[in-house]
């Protein structure tokens, strides 16, 4: 994660955030799923409803809802792990979804949660073990109506640096 030392930076310029997702995040690139902000404890992500992003039920595929649920707590982490001091890894470990509505039209995730993902890496900093947080991203539609809520459990751990001589 070292790379991503400024995610402000990429998400800034249109041509490095089409970049970082195409190498990065190709499906999502494909599927039209867009970063739209960032702060210390919140993050945006749309989704366009789509002919490559319906189902055959003429609404938007839960993957592609995942897939931006997701993304919505993962720039949270990507952002704090890249500004830590440590090497950290970060992972999915657990999923939660609840559907609430079909959605039809562009749909935003958000995750307000970033204190939670700090405080975590804090502690697992601290204390050098694997620390464990449960983020919400919330989805709504065009016409502001929620449409989805996930509940997305990463998992930070201090990487373990072996000096070799």
Do not use: H
Not at 23 to 37: D, H, Q, V, W, Y
Not at 92 to 107: D, E, P
């Amino acid at each position: 994660m070292s790379g991503y030392k400024n995610i402000n930076k990429i998400l800034s310029s249109p041509l490095r955030l089409r970049l970082f997702m195409l190498f990065n995040l190709p499906l999502a690139f494909m599927a039209g799923i867009r970063p739209e902000f960032i702060s210390s404890d919140e993050a945006k992500v749309s989704a366009p409803y789509s002919f490559l992003t319906k189902n055959p039920f003429r609404s938007l595929y839960f993957a592609v809802q995942c897939m931006a649920a997701e993304l919505s707590t993962g720039l949270l982490a990507i952002n704090m792990v890249g500004n830590s001091s440590e090497q950290i890894s970060m992972l999915v470990v657990n999923i939660q979804a609840s559907f609430i509505k079909k959605s039809r039209s562009l749909t935003t995730f958000k995750c307000n949660d970033g204190e939670l993902i700090k405080a975590a890496i804090a502690k697992s900093i601290s204390t050098g073990e694997g620390q464990i947080v449960d983020v919400v991203s919330v989805g709504v539609d065009a016409s502001g109506d929620k449409i989805a809520e996930f509940i997305i459990t990463w998992s930070f751990k201090p990487k373990k640096i072996i000096i070799i001589g």
